[in-house]
């Protein structure tokens, strides 16, 4: 998937499909939100390792896709299993990072069109987003691409020293 067009204040840029030579920087990425803010709660960061065997776990029905400007991976997005339990099969949770000094200037919005483009049609019904409340942000992306709060978990997550509310969003597929 190819999809080259031009972001507000950034260079022309292409989302494709993830290949493994892009996990060094999807990690780093990640790796990012780890140390630095509550868009995971993931303390600890990953080892490439640990991006190689999450990326083995992905397939046509539950892509990952980057964001590529200027010849460098800035960001991705993936949907990922939301339980191993068989009923569940129809549900995704979905996952998207963004270069930190990257950010706000479209990448997130791109993404999250071409992976709503790359599934339609297919298996999934919904996918669910698990979010820090905190993260306005983050929720505005996810509203602006058709998820709706489904929910909040209180007092779930703890970073960096506080106790963080999830917000549960959802977007129905069919």
């Given at each position: 998937m190819n999809l080259p067009t031009a972001a507000r204040d950034a260079p022309a840029f292409?989302?494709?499909?993830?290949?493994?030579?892009?996990?060094?920087?999807?990690?780093?990425?990640?790796?990012?939100?780890?140390?630095?803010?509550?868009?995971?709660?993931?303390t600890e960061p990953k080892s490439l390792e640990d991006r190689r065997a999450?990326?083995?776990?992905?397939?046509?029905?539950?892509?990952?896709?980057?964001?590529?400007?200027?010849?460098?991976?800035?960001?991705?997005?993936s949907l990922s299993r939301y339980s191993d339990r068989a009923a569940y099969d129809a549900a995704?949770?979905?996952?998207?990072?963004?270069?930190?000094?990257?950010?706000?200037?479209?990448?997130?919005?791109?993404?999250?069109?071409?992976l709503a483009a790359a599934v339609e049609g297919g298996?999934?019904?919904?996918?669910?987003?698990?979010?820090?409340?905190?993260?306005?942000?983050?929720?505005?992306?996810?509203?602006r691409a058709g998820f709706a709060t489904a929910g909040i978990l209180r007092s779930v997550g703890e970073k960096f020293g506080r106790l963080l509310d999830v917000t549960?969003?959802?977007r129905m597929l069919k």
């Open positions: 292409t989302i494709r499909r993830a290949t493994r030579d892009d996990l060094p920087a999807i990690n780093e990425i990640y790796n990012q939100a780890v140390l630095r803010t509550t868009g995971t709660f993931d999450w990326f083995d776990a992905h397939h046509d029905g539950l892509p990952v896709l980057v964001y590529e400007a200027g010849g460098a991976v800035i960001g991705w997005v995704a949770e979905i996952s998207i990072y963004v270069d930190e000094t990257q950010r706000g200037r479209g990448a997130g919005g791109n993404l999250m069109a071409a298996p999934l019904r919904t996918i669910i987003a698990r979010i820090a409340t905190e993260n306005a942000a983050s929720v505005r992306l996810h509203e549960i969003m959802q």
